[in-house]
C-alpha cells in the first residue's frame, strides 16, 4: 500500500523508468552496459516506491502513553527549553528517518490539536544542532485530559523538500492516525512535560504508532 502524498512521484518515475529503460534498450549495443542501467533503473524504482509505501500499523490506544510519531532512530533524549510555544523546560526526543524508513507522521496522543504551525527556513541535514529552529518544519500541539499537552515537529532534512501537515487547529485527533508526510529524509522532535517517564533509549530503533516512547507520571 503506498501513501497518497506518492502517487504523482510514483507515476512520474514509473513513466521515467519505463521510457528510459526503451532508450537503453533499443540504442545501448553493449550487452553488459545496457544490463547495468537496467537494473541501476529499477533499484531507483524500488527505492521510491519504498519510501512512499505506507504499512498499517496498530495503536494500542492509552492516554498515558506516548507513541512514536515516526519509524526511525532516536537520537536525542534531553531536558531543554523549548520556545515556541511552551516557554519552558521539557523534555525532547528526537526520532531519525533515513531515507529508507516510513516517512508518514502519525499522532503522539489523541484529543485537540491546539496549535499548527508551518515555518519556512533552512534543509540543514537533519541532526544538525539548529536543524530544529532553522530547518524548514512544522509545530503541532495536542492535548487531552490525561497527558496534557504534547507538541511535535516535524523538521526537513537535507533531502526533504515538502513537509505535509493535516493537522489544523480544534481538530479531535485520534492517537497514531497519521498527522503529515515527510519527503525524503527527515527528524520528528517530541517535547513532553519533565516528569515524563522515558520508555527508549538513545540509538533504539522505533516504529511510528505503535513504539512507546514515554509514559505520563503517575
Request: proline share 4%; charged share 25%; glycine share 6%.
Amino acid at each position: 500500500m503506498f501513501h497518497k502524498e506518492g502517487r504523482k512521484i510514483i507515476l512520474v518515475t514509473l513513466i521515467m523508468v519505463v521510457g528510459i529503460s526503451l532508450l537503453v534498450d533499443n540504442f545501448i549495443p553493449i550487452q553488459w552496459l545496457r544490463t547495468i542501467l537496467l537494473i541501476v533503473l529499477l533499484i531507483f524504482l524500488v527505492l521510491i516506491l519504498q519510501f512512499f509505501r505506507n504499512p498499517k500499523r496498530r495503536t494500542a490506544l492509552n492516554n498515558d502513553h506516548v507513541v512514536s510519531p515516526v519509524d526511525g532512530k532516536v537520537v536525542v533524549i534531553e531536558e531543554v527549553f523549548e520556545k515556541e510555544f511552551f516557554n519552558e523546560k521539557r523534555l525532547q526526543v528526537s526520532v531519525f528517518m533515513s531515507p529508507i524508513n516510513v516517512h508518514v507522521t502519525r499522532y503522539p496522543i489523541g484529543g485537540k490539536v491546539i496549535f499548527s504551525k508551518y515555518h519556512p527556513g533552512k534543509y540543514l541535514v537533519a541532526w544538525h544542532p539548529k536543524a530544529s529552529e532553522e530547518n524548514e518544519r512544522t509545530t503541532v500541539v495536542v492535548e487531552n485530559d490525561t497527558y496534557g499537552k504534547v507538541l511535535h515537529r516535524q523538521i526537513a532534512g537535507a533531502l526533504a523538500k515538502r513537509i505535509v501537515n493535516y493537522a489544523k487547529v480544534n481538530d479531535q485527533v485520534v492517537q497514531g492516525g497519521e498527522s503529515g508526510f515527510i519527503k525524503f529524509g527527515s527528524r520528528v522532535d517530541l517535547f513532553l512535560p519533565v516528569d515524563t517517564k522515558i520508555k527508549v533509549k538513545l540509538n533504539q530503533k522505533v516504529r511510528g504508532g505503535e513504539s512507546i516512547i514515554a509514559q505520563a507520571n503517575d
